[in-house]
Nanobody, 117 residues
């Protein structure tokens, strides 16, 4: 069974940065595509970024150049670097793991990012 635990959220001023972390508990981490999603208050959860086991990345167009995803297969970690944060980035950020073999996916409980002065 897979469990995911996010951390690194908090309150940040506009223009600031945060680095979110997600630890993967389970086996075969290198067989999972890892991703980040976010859900703003009153809105649907939406895709932010994903990274393949080999390190290929895909970032939502609206976040390209500001958000960067990375992973450490040895440590079973995935990271999301958030730069130039704006109030509209306020959301709960969720870590997602999707198994390459059958598409089954898992979610963490999320970490809250609040951008406010």
């Amino acid at each position: 069974q897979v469990q995911l635990a996010e951390s690194g959220g908090g309150l940040v001023q506009p223009g600031g940065s945060l680095r979110l972390s997600c630890v993967f508990y389970g086996s075969s981490f290198s067989h999972y595509v890892m991703a980040w999603y976010r859900q703003a208050p009153g809105k649907q959860r939406k895709f932010v970024a994903r990274i393949s086991p080999g390190g290929s990345t895909d970032v939502a167009d609206s976040e390209k150049g500001r958000f960067f995803i990375s992973r450490d297969n040895a440590e079973r970690m995935v990271y999301l670097q958030l730069n130039y944060l704006q109030p509209e980035d306020t959301a709960v950020y969720y870590c997602n793991a999707q198994y390459l073999e059958n598409g089954m996916d898992y979610w963490g409980e999320g970490t809250l990012v609040t951008v406010s002065s």
